[in-house]
């Protein structure tokens, strides 16, 4: 986790203050990537149903990121069922998001999962460092959002549409993306970044392109409306026109 024993430290208790509070858990850790707090409560209720409202905070040298958890677990026709909402505020010096994702998991069911969202104005620096990614790519991603829908975990029943801009792409040499853009012109080679902007929806796993377009000061590729990626196997099927 660290380098030495000074990159990573953890405290956890648990602390019951009321009766019905079956639960109170507080969980702070620091290493080499930030600092993370947990603070969660599990309540009873009356009826017998378990009510869960936690906080995480995650810190990071340039973002921040918050996420508000509650949810229900009751009995409905004698099976167990658990109602979650998890709404995430996130914060970097180059920009913010909003996330919010319900999940309702039901016993000897696949969970029914919906998420929705919105990043904007954030350097790709940051969210590289957020995500620790081994590459860190430069760039803005200016806008991200999606409205999206599945059961269970598997990308074939994924479903719904998103949209996303991207300024200044760098395109780091041997980078996936510089070999895709190569495929399609030879200009990408000589190109240092470039802009994207793409909207799709989903069925099945299956994402079809309304409009996409990428290019910079060298070329530009436009794809077709209609043409498909399997997110799955990552085949691509489109028809795109590249103008230099």
């Not at 409905?76 to 919010?100: E, H, P, W």
């Not at 998420?115 to 904007?120: A, S």
């Not at 970044?193 to 060298?218: K, M, P, S, Y």
Request: charged share 25%; hydrophobic share 40%.
């Amino acid at each position: 986790v660290g380098k030495d024993a000074a990159d990573f430290a953890v405290s956890f208790r648990i602390r019951p203050e009321r009766a019905d509070i079956l639960s109170n858990v507080d969980f702070d850790s620091q290493t080499f990537v930030g600092r993370t707090q947990l603070e969660s409560t599990l309540v009873k209720n009356a009826d017998g149903s378990r009510d869960i409202e936690s906080l995480l905070t995650t810190k990071g040298k340039n973002t921040t990121s918050f996420t508000y958890i509650t949810g229900r677990l009751d009995r409905q026709d004698d099976a167990r069922q658990l109602n979650l909402t998890l709404t995430t505020q996130l914060v970097a010096l180059s920009g913010k998001g909003s996330i919010v994702t319900t999940a309702t998991f039901r016993q000897k069911e696949l969970p029914a999962i919906h998420t929705r969202g919105i990043i904007q104005g954030m350097d790709f620096a940051d969210i590289s460092k957020l995500l620790h990614y081994d590459d860190t790519y430069e760039g803005t991603l200016r806008a991200l959002s999606w409205n999206m829908r599945t059961t269970g975990f598997d990308l074939t029943d994924l479903n719904g549409e998103g949209a996303v801009t991207l300024d200044d792409l760098s395109l780091l040499p041997g980078s996936d993306l510089q070999k895709l853009l190569t495929q399609l012109t030879e200009e990408a080679k000589r190109e240092k970044d470039a802009d994207l902007v793409a909207n799709f929806r989903l069925a099945d796993g299956i994402a079809t392109i309304n409009r996409g377009a990428v290019g910079g000061e060298l070329f530009a590729v436009a794809a077709e409306s209609g043409g498909t990626i399997d997110l799955q196997t990552t085949d691509l099927e489109m028809t795109v026109v590249t103008m230099l």
